[in-house]
């Protein structure tokens, strides 16, 4: 059974740093061979991604994370993390890992596997 378990999250401040961890047990392939990537969803809000990291570790990022979130994998412990600096109230939300076997989907719907979701709360 494919179980993706985030921890990290909690409130702070804008301003503020958060480091969420993503961790990976059960995939019927290597950690590796995954692209993993970092969504957000606010209640009555679409889903949005965040990040990704694909095989080669190259990050990707829309705009508005750019420069404040960075993604990054460790193969040996199964897990991928997402450091949030200079967080803002508007970064509020739900984050959630995923991954999707070889390459990243282009999609939102199209990655396998989704965790449970850890909640940041970003206070004024």
């Known amino acids: 059974q494919v179980q993706l378990v985030e921890s990290g999250g909690g409130s702070v401040q804008s301003g503020g740093s958060l480091r969420l961890s993503c961790t990976a047990s059960?995939?019927?392939?290597?950690?590796?061979?995954?692209?993993m990537g970092w969504f957000r969803q606010v209640l009555g809000k679409e889903r949005e991604a965040v990040a990704s990291?694909?095989?080669?570790?190259?990050?990707w990022y829309p705009v508005s994370a750019k420069g404040r979130f960075n993604i990054s994998r460790d193969n040996s412990k199964n897990t991928v993390y997402l450091e949030l600096n200079d967080l803002k109230p508007e970064d509020t939300a739900m984050y959630y890992c995923?991954?999707?076997?070889?390459?990243?989907?282009?999609?939102?719907?199209?990655?396998?596997?989704r965790g449970q979701g850890t909640q940041v709360t970003v206070s004024s």
């Open positions: 995923a991954s999707e076997w070889w390459s990243c989907p282009d999609h939102r719907d199209e990655w396998k596997y």
């Open positions: 059960g995939l019927p392939y290597p950690f590796s061979t995954y692209c």
């Open positions: 990291i694909d095989r080669p570790s190259i990050p």
